[in-house]
């Protein structure tokens, strides 16, 4: 069963930055053969997609608000998806989630993706 394990959330004040890492193993294929994705979630909402980098790097942003603030990374050696988060504001205060995709494509849909981490609390103060 594929394992997903965010860390780095935290407090933070707004204008701030923060880095989370998505730690992921055992995947089927290695894990340059994945899509991986950041979502997050407010408590009584959904859980929204943010960001995802395909398997040759490519990233795709689906939320306008995180646009040139939050750009997404891997490192295939390590195993690892990087969400890095600058100008941050409290309306970004939420639960984070990382995922690895079914495929080598990047999608905005969680059925797409097969193993999730437990979140990461990411709260920004104004």
């Known amino acids: 069963q594929v394992q997903v394990m965010e860390s780095g959330g935290g407090l933070v004040q707004a204008g701030g930055s923060l880095n989370l890492t998505c730690t992921v193993s055992?995947?089927?294929?290695?894990?340059?053969?994945?899509?991986m994705g950041w979502f997050r979630q407010v408590p009584g909402k959904e859980r929204e997609g943010l960001l995802c980098?395909?398997?040759?790097?490519?990233?795709?942003h689906y939320v306008d608000s995180v646009r040139g603030r939050f750009t997404i990374f891997r490192d295939n050696p390590r195993n690892i998806a990087i969400l890095q988060m600058n100008s941050l504001i409290p309306d970004d205060t939420a639960v984070y989630y990382c995922a690895a995709g079914k495929s080598r494509t990047c999608s905005v849909s969680e059925s797409d993706f097969g193993g999730w981490g437990q979140g990461t609390q990411v709260t920004v103060s104004s």
């Open positions: 980098i395909n398997w040759v790097g490519d990233t795709t």
């Open positions: 055992r995947l089927p294929l290695y894990f340059s053969q994945y899509a």
